[in-house]
């Protein structure tokens, strides 16, 4: 049994079977983009079974009515870390902004 698993831990696979360097990925190998992974899944669906589990969005106002402090830390972790966004201004948009600084400047 030993002399076989020393045989196995020595073997190494074939060079043509290893990958290259600057091969592509065949298609639909490994979990599609966006899709989740089963950790998370797992981890999100346990939290919603314990959050039902003490009481649900019921429990969760009364928490906040009872500690309003505590709450809007919760609160605040839950809101996005960064917020992208781009503005784009038209030139009539610009034109009144303009106008408008020329009334308040006279």
């Avoid at 290893?18 to 983009?33: E, H, L, N, S, Y």
């Avoid at 969760?60 to 201004?89: C, G, H, I, N």
């Amino acid at each position: 049994m030993a002399i076989l698993w020393l045989e196995m831990a020595d073997a190494k696979p074939k060079k043509d079977t290893r990958f290259k360097k600057g091969t592509a990925v065949a298609q639909g190998a490994g979990r599609p983009k966006g899709s989740p992974n089963r950790t998370t899944v797992a981890v999100k669906e346990a939290l919603q079974q314990a959050f039902d589990g003490v009481g649900g969005v019921e429990a969760l106002t009364k928490f906040a009515k009872s500690d309003p402090d505590a709450f809007y830390k919760l609160w605040v972790k839950m809101l996005p870390q960064e917020v992208r966004a781009s503005v784009a201004f038209s030139p009539e948009l610009i034109a009144q902004i303009q106008e408008g600084r020329k009334r308040v400047g006279d």
